[in-house]
């Protein structure tokens, strides 16, 4: 059997070689990291040691007791100084803190940024409103149906005045002459 014949090993030859070409790559990947994360450290340890040098001189111990001492004495004022000067930064710090919250907040009362909350819909009726507005002492009934019934009422009287009139071309010729006038009084009366 030749590389060429549809054998069903050769699909999982290809997906051994390739899970196993994945692992070598995966194993290269984490040496190379590895010997990056040894030269930072290095690079590190170097930059603590060179600014250790530069900043801090090595120490002198005396031998005679009153040299100890006098060392100490010099010891406590730079601490002293140190936290004076630790004490006046975070003075700062803080100071600084409160006028960025006080600036903040003169921005959002000067651009009405406040967190309002969402207005729901509220179905009410035009007594329940009155009685929250007055209180309950006051009794207004405002019932706007009855109203309404009231002026389909008036509504209907006048359909009705406008339907009795009928066209107004026929009123005008029976109520021209002479007769025309007698029927009007007699109508009236």
């Not at 009410?124 to 409103?129: K, P």
């Not at 009794?139 to 009928?166: F, H, I, P, S």
Request: glycine share 4%; hydrophobic share 30%; net charge positive.
């Amino acid at each position: 059997m030749g590389p060429d014949s549809s054998s069903p090993r050769t699909p999982q030859k290809r997906n051994r070689a390739i899970t196993a070409r994945r692992q070598h790559l995966k194993s290269v990947m984490l040496q190379i990291a590895a010997t990056e994360l040894e030269k930072e450290e290095s690079r590190r340890e170097s930059e603590k040691q060179n600014y250790l040098s530069e900043h801090c001189p090595p120490l002198h111990l005396p031998g005679s007791m009153s040299e100890v001492q006098e060392l100490c004495k010099q010891l406590h004022a730079k601490i002293d100084a140190a936290e004076e000067e630790k004490y006046d930064m975070e003075v700062r710090v803080q100071k600084s803190t409160k006028e960025l919250e006080d600036m903040n907040q003169k921005l959002f009362d000067l651009r009405g940024k406040f967190k309002r909350p969402p207005l729901r819909r509220v179905r009410m009726s035009a007594d329940a409103m009155l009685k929250a507005l007055l209180g309950s002492k006051h009794k207004v009934c405002m019932d706007l149906r009855a109203n309404l019934k009231q002026v389909k009422k008036e509504d209907t009287e006048k359909e009705r005045d406008l339907r009795d009139v009928g066209d107004w071309r026929k009123n005008i010729e029976e109520k021209s002459g002479m007769e025309g006038r007698k029927k009007m009084f007699e109508t009236e009366s």
